[in-house]
């Protein structure tokens, strides 16, 4: 079962993963009611189940509300087409109306389960942003892994090495290393078999933070 952004983020959150504050909206009246809270200063994003999102303009950074509704507006009053939907493309019910963030560098967090090694592997890059899979066939010394004992669970050390392995300041290390537990406790405790942060920023203010993320939960854990 797929979740959207906003369910992940929210999934996240609860396990102490920082994200922006944002809304999800299904009118206009709501897309302006949320965009005021953030001065007209935010990113409009649709809600489906399809990534390439951002280049099938359904990620727009506006700066005052009336932009916030004009694109909203425009959002909602038809289907959205991707590189990963069917060619007719899939309806916008639902946007996520979040607060523009002054992001400095962007990294890659996934934490999946391995088929071919039976564990659970966490996986990260410093190419955030970008499709992982054109990552990892054109640079795979890009993408760092950690394979995880299940009978220990994801340790301190794992989490430094991927920390150490993306260049990351050393003022870094203890935000990331509590934000990948959190992670990785929200994975184990739902059931997960993807959680995908990409990207992870890094902002000006010195934090780090979930900016986009995915979850999907085995189907066999509907309960």
Known sequence: MKLHEYQAKTLLSKYGVPVPRGEVA????EVCRIAKNFEGNCVVKVQVHAGGRGKSGGVKLVEDVDSAVAVAEKML??????SQ??????PVNELLIEEALDVTKELYLS???DGGLGRVVVMAS????????????????????EVIDPNIGLMTYQARNLSIGLGLDREFHGQFIKLLSG?????????????????LAITAQGQLLAIDAKASIDDDALF
């Not at 009053?77 to 991707?82: A, F, K, R």
């Open 26 to 29: 299904s009118s206009l009246s």
């Open 126 to 145: 410093e190419a955030g942003g970008m499709d992982i899979e054109k990552v990892a066939e054109d640079s795979p010394d890009k993408i760092l892994k």
């Open 111 to 113: 934490i999946l389960v």
């Open 183 to 199: 992670a990785f406790n929200a994975f184990i405790q739902t059931d997960c078999s993807l959680i995908e942060i990409n990207p």
């Open 85 to 90: 939907t069917a060619p007719e493309g899939v």
């Open 77 to 82: 009053s038809g289907n959205i087409v991707t």
